[in-house]
């Protein structure tokens, strides 16, 4: 049995689309096409959740799901967050996680997941309808801090030998807002479609 965890916020969640067009359910689709090796998907995203609500529930949620029953029984692991942690409420340039703390988040990530399995995916993050987000309600979206916290995960990834699909420096530089939904944060079909497209290739 292959299990494959994936633990997001709201866009992996799946919100503002039809679940059905989500990429984690475009991956589990295109898995149940071929699938040799009974390989079920957990998508464990929750909506509006940063990396420190995420960092106190994976231990408990990954072990209950990577038990190994037989011999080849293994397990892929997928992080989808961060975008929240770089939102600020009220305050322009106040992150709701500081940079110091998002790193610890993503060094700990890293270092709980490798207790279940060595194939670890982050899923880059995706960059925002500014004209929309400065501010959303009383919170602010900012690229430039997207880019930073995104820079990051990469140099983390980079250092652990982690996989990073990065999209937001791909997507800044086509018109991307088309790939977003009305309120300028969340990915549309097309946009769910684009990333699913980065992350098949790691499942062929």
């Known amino acids: 049995m292959h299990n494959i965890l994936i633990f997001g916020d709201s866009i992996a969640a799946g919100r503002k689309v039809e ?3 989500s ?8 898995i149940d096409r071929e699938d040799k090796d009974f390989t079920l998907v957990h998508n464990l995203s ?9 960092v106190k529930r994976f231990p408990t949620e990954a072990e209950a799901r990577c038990k ?19 939102k600020s409420v009220k305050v322009r340039d106040d992150s709701i996680t500081n940079t ?13 997941a490798r207790k279940c399995t060595d194939h670890i995916i982050f899923v880059g993050l995706t960059p925002v309808d500014e ?20 820079k990051i ?8 030998k982690i996989g990073l699909l990065s999209i937001i420096d791909e997507w800044l530089t ?12 969340h990915p549309n079909e097309m946009g769910h479609q684009r990333i699913f497209e980065k992350i098949r290739p790691f499942f062929s």
């Open 19 to 21: 679940k059905i067009r």
């Open 23 to 30: 990429w984690p359910l475009l991956l589990s689709q295109y």
């Open 46 to 54: 929750i909506p509006g959740e940063t990396t420190n609500e995420i």
């Open 68 to 86: 190994r029953i037989y011999p080849n029984d293994h397990s892929s692991i997928i992080f989808a967050a961060g975008i929240n942690d770089t």
């Open 100 to 112: 110091e703390d998002f790193k610890n988040n993503i060094e700990l990530l890293i270092e709980n």
């Open 131 to 150: 004209g929309k987000t400065i501010p959303a309600g009383d919170a602010y979206f900012l690229n430039e801090q997207i880019k930073s916290y995104e």
């Open 153 to 160: 995960i990469d140099r983390i990834c980079k250092e652990n």
């Open 174 to 185: 086509i018109d991307y807002i088309r790939l977003l939904s009305d309120d300028g944060i």
